[in-house]
């Protein structure tokens, strides 16, 4: 369910690699079906968007295998990436949210990045540290969503691993943005953009939910301790997220592989196609 690094797709040219990117099947903005999760995503002007299969073959481009992924969302200039990844595995309470604790909660992702941090010595591969939250656990029940912020850091950035969890009544939806810490907002920056955007559908948002309904294995303080564990270890495995080259407004991966320049405008011309659902 989570992303990893993707070891047995063919080694491509940067070149090919930037083909196949141009020509997925960019969407535009339009209101947008996800029907993994049963939700939509009402893409604002001036974002680009695939789903489904293309959204998974995008992250394979970037060096990175992820089972979850629905959709995967470009804001205006290829500035931010923004990953929707849904798991169905039922209704998750919130009944426990007062168990979430930050600070503990802090203390094992620091510890479990550490440990990650000796393998990755071993593997000549940059290290990450955990520098702390900047928007700790919040719930906010009206909407049914979970959010936060951590900060971390490797020798030239810092970057910060914004999350939200969308409670459904099937399971819930992850949105994560991952950005440098000079571009994040902890107001009114992508994340809050792209919840604005999405919604469950009608008879699958969490109060719709009924008695009979299947329950996850899980609840709310559980899932929040275990993804922002898992995602703080691949943010600090090489910040494989941080796909972005901001300075020319194109595509960069974290595998090396770049969108050079002179391709800008191939890629814009493409994206002046009429938005599909």
Known sequence: MSRAVAADQPML???QRTDAIIHLNWLHAGTYKLPASNSTIALPEGYMMVRGEEAKRLL????EHDDAAEA???SPHFKDEIVFENTSEGYVAVDD???????KMLDAIRENTEEANAERRQQGVGEMHVVGWLQRPTLDRNTATVYWALEGADPDHHVVNSIAL????DGYERVNWIVDKADYQPVGGQLDVMLRAHSFDQGHRYAD???GDKVA???IAGLVAAVAGAKVAKVAGGVALLVLLKKFGILIFASGAAVIAATARRIKSLFRRSPRV
């Open 13 to 15: 040219t940067d070149q």
């Open 60 to 63: 394979t481009l970037a060096a």
């Open 72 to 74: 995967v969302v470009m």
């Open 97 to 103: 949210w007062a168990d979430v604790d930050p600070v």
């Open 166 to 169: 969308r409670l459904g009544r």
């Open 209 to 211: 939910h009924t008695s």
């Open 217 to 219: 294995m899980y609840t």
